[in-house]
């Protein structure tokens, strides 16, 4: 999709990816379908293990039932409840914990170890980077080559994957990732040359509350993407009422990461060709309307 009201703000042609309208609602359906696609027939038949906030969630038990196998997904007692029926719509079988006191990982091991099922990570795997990229490989064939692309980056699957989309496809592209202010781990990152690890960042970005990044998707970004931006929750509701407004679509606050960082740059984008990826639309209605009361 393209806008002319952000086109003449920030005086450049802008491209908007939208992973909203993709099965589940969000880009994740690309990683978890080519990762247990991707699984020898012995293990995909034991079953998956995932453990997400909700897309991730919901791509792993729609990929699993599709492929004819069961999914087990580790989910947070507060996860949006849109996301959460969604993933039992699908057929998967959910075991919640608290995000604040308890490991996922711990527990998805556990569980993966208990039934022999094969754990799929919601950004820190090969197969799962490959497929995210898949989105700005799509964008770039369509559009045309860019000379900015803005990811929104939790853990870094969906940045990565599409960073080394952008350099296969586009080599003059700068890829820019944008994470919560709350929980810039990725940034911190990036600085130090090193994983740096945080607490469970408070952002209504829930698809970003990872507390850091992986080291498949941290080799990926410290070679290939060119800086790393934040955005408050603030601007990630102006966004969102953007969306609504003027495009006429909905985007959960995580999925305007990318749109935020764009807009906080400005009138220094001018002249350029800008790739946007909004990453999912999985927002309920009251917390739509909620945020927008605030």
Known sequence: MTSRTVDEALGAAVF??????????????????NAVSSLEPESRARGVIAFSSGNHAQAVALAARLL??????????DAPASKMAATLGYGARVVTYDRYRENREDIARRLADERGA???????????????????????????????????LGGGG????SALAAKALSPGCKV???????????????????????????????????????QHTFDIIRRDVADIFTASDAELIDCMR??????????????CLGFAGARGL?????????????????????????LFDV
């Open 118 to 152: 094969t754990v799929i990570p919601p950004f820190d795997h090969p197969a799962v980077i490959a497929g995210q990229g898949t989105a700005a490989a799509e964008l770039i064939g369509e559009a045309g080559s860019l000379d900015a692309l803005f990811v929104c």
């Open 16 to 33: 908007f990816k939208c992973e909203n309208f993709q099965r589940t609602g969000s880009f994740k359906f690309r990683g978890a379908l």
């Open 266 to 290: 400005g009138r220094s984008l001018a002249g350029r060709r800008v790739g946007i990826i909004i990453s999912g639309g999985n927002v309920d209605d009251r917390r739509l309307t909620d």
């Open 176 to 214: 820019y990732g944008v994470e919560p202010a709350a929980g810039n781990d990725g940034q911190l990152s990036f600085r130090q040359g090193s994983i740096v690890r945080i607490e469970v960042p408070t952002t209504i970005a829930d698809g970003a509350q990872t507390q850091a990044l992986g």
């Open 68 to 77: 004819g196998t069961d999914a087990t997904i580790v989910m947070p007692t």
């Open 242 to 255: 953007f969306f609504v407004t003027r495009m006429k679509i909905v985007v959960e606050p995580t999925g």
């Open 158 to 161: 969906l940045l990565s994957g």
